[in-house]
């Protein structure tokens, strides 16, 4: 029989994002598990931040470490603030006899000390944060000693003298070790949400008037994500009221409706936004002529992708229905992947309340508008026109 040999197969970028999304809720919820008394978990920080932040697998030697690899691939710098050592060295007499010296902290994404300095994550992980007994520790092998020697990865049956020496020296019942380490997941954590956020915060706002409703589900929009049911948007109404379908690249979905009818004697200027927050729950929000119509919490984080060109787009249709007996007119639409604070909303609504238009692009029944992946403009289908003001 023929021996079988394994191939391996590279991970789409989707599938990093995910993944990495996944190890920044896990470690979000040691951190919460620890701070409840669990303290064990602490051993799930160890491999996860070895995992994501120095691990030197033969396999994955020339590969960047996850956390870097997704940080280039949204073309985000990974720059910190630290403690530099500031102990000098020709000073003998400080030197002499020095049993430990821990420095580097506090680090922080913002600069909060006027010593502090600014330094590339890369190298912060690459430098000297404790020396003890004339031994100097990097960061990263702080984090792969105690991942490997003490069950983060595995359990060593032998573990260097001078380790487990530094593992049991305390501060207020927590050793100095998982101290620096519980400050660098930390960090981890705040990086991981703004990347997670870099993909999936986005905002809409449009600006549309249906002419009137049928019996049946009526879209206004449905994106879809190309060889994927996963990750969807879509908005339509269902008996004059509003309805948001969201479903995030691992296949969660929510469907919120807004409670107030839809008013079809006037132009409406809708917002829907969708943003993870930093204790990473979701929280989706529809303004309706700038008043907040709804506005919800969700107690686990979608991970969408507001990357909206790289989407399949329908306008007066769903991806499973390619026709329905619909009507409206559709004069602006604006997508955005980011979700600005309730100030500079304001101004966007005002802007566009006050915006004078001359006209709208009007969907008649059985036609549509096509967005392409990967394209920006619009091909219609069937009856659309260009309605002009007071035609």
């Not at 049993?99 to 909060?112: A, V, Y």
């Not at 009221?241 to 809708?270: F, M, S, W, Y």
């Not at 979701?282 to 991970?303: D, F, H, R, T």
Request: charged share 25%; with cysteine.
């Amino acid at each position: 029989m023929a021996d079988e040999k394994t191939i391996n197969i590279n991970k789409s970028k989707i599938n990093k994002l995910i993944e990495f999304f996944n190890a920044v809720r896990i470690i979000y919820d040691a951190k919460g598990l620890i701070n409840s008394g669990k303290y064990y978990h602490i051993a799930t920080i160890y491999g996860q931040l070895r995992a994501l932040l120095t691990d030197k697998t033969k396999e994955r030697n020339k590969e960047l470490k996850p956390l870097f690899d997704i940080a280039s691939i949204l073309g985000k710098e990974l720059n910190i603030y630290y403690m530099p050592n500031t102990l000098e060295e020709d000073l003998p007499f400080i030197q002499e006899g020095m049993l430990l010296h821990i420095h580097s902290l506090p680090i922080s994404l913002e600069k909060q000390l006027p010593n502090q300095v600014q330094i590339r994550l890369e190298d912060y992980l690459e430098t000297n944060i404790i020396t003890y007994k004339g031994k100097n520790y990097k960061t990263s092998e702080i984090i792969n000693s105690l991942s490997d020697k003490f069950g983060g990865s595995h359990y060593d049956t032998k573990v260097p003298r001078d380790l487990v020496e530094l593992a049991s020296i305390s501060i207020y019942n927590q050793t100095i070790l998982d101290n620096l380490v519980i400050q660098i997941a930390e960090l981890f954590i705040k990086i991981g949400i703004s990347l997670v956020k870099k993909v999936s915060d986005f905002e809409f706002y449009l600006i549309f008037q249906p002419k009137y409703f049928t019996s049946e589900e009526n879209y206004f929009f449905d994106y879809t994500l190309p060889n994927s049911q996963k990750s969807r948007i879509a908005l339509y109404c269902f008996q004059g009221k509003l309805r948001l379908h969201l479903c995030d690249l691992i296949g969660r979905a929510v469907n919120l409706e807004v409670e107030r009818l839809l008013d079809i004697e006037e132009p409406v200027v809708l917002n829907i936004s969708h943003r993870i927050n930093h204790d990473l729950r979701s929280e989706i929000k529809i303004g309706w002529n700038g008043i907040s119509v709804l506005e919800q919490q969700l107690p686990e984080p979608l991970l969408m992708l507001n990357e909206i060109h790289s989407y399949q787009g329908y306008f007066n249709r769903s991806l499973e229905r390619e026709y329905q007996e619909f009507e409206f007119g559709l004069s602006e639409l604006i997508v955005r992947g980011i979700v600005d604070d309730d100030v500079k909303r304001i101004e966007i609504l005002r802007y566009l309340l006050s915006k004078k238009r001359e006209g709208a692009v009007y969907y008649n029944k059985n036609s549509y508008g096509h967005s392409a992946p990967g394209q920006k403009n619009i091909k219609m289908v069937g009856n659309v026109i260009l309605k002009k003001n007071g035609a």
